[in-house]
């Protein structure tokens, strides 16, 4: 089911207010890509990334272009191992958030 325009607006003044919620938001997109619910994973990437860096700074971090950036966390998007890690060092490096698999 689509997420309406008003409810991701919502997100991501939360995600914009509270450091918190933001952290929480950005480690729940990984682990659900790291536990098989990529779609889901990269739709919440997708809206964490408007909220904090933004496609276009983004981009620039990344050497890719923004439209690239947009489908690959946009439904049917399939980022390339290399493409994904790069997004995830440049949005740890912009949020301070660094990422650890527990044991």
């Known amino acids: 089911m689509a997420l309406t325009r008003s409810f991701k607006e919502t997100v991501q003044a939360h995600v914009r207010k509270d450091p918190k919620f933001a ?3 950005f480690k729940e997109a990984i682990d659900l890509m ?3 619910d990529v779609d ?3 739709e919440i990437l997708r809206d964490y990334i408007n909220a904090t860096i ?3 700074k983004l981009a620039k ?3 890719l272009k923004p439209e690239s950036l947009m489908r690959m966390f946009g439904p049917g998007g399939n980022p390339t191992t290399k ?3 790069s997004v995830v ?3 740890q490096h912009n949020t301070g958030v660094k990422l650890q698999l527990a044991r």
Request: aromatic share 10%; glycine share 14%; hydrophobic share 40%.
């Open 34 to 36: 790291l536990n098989g």
């Open 40 to 42: 889901t994973g990269k």
């Open 54 to 56: 933004g496609f276009q």
């Open 83 to 85: 493409n994904l890690f």
């Open 23 to 25: 952290e929480a938001l």
């Open 61 to 63: 971090r990344t050497a």
């Open 89 to 91: 060092k440049q949005l």
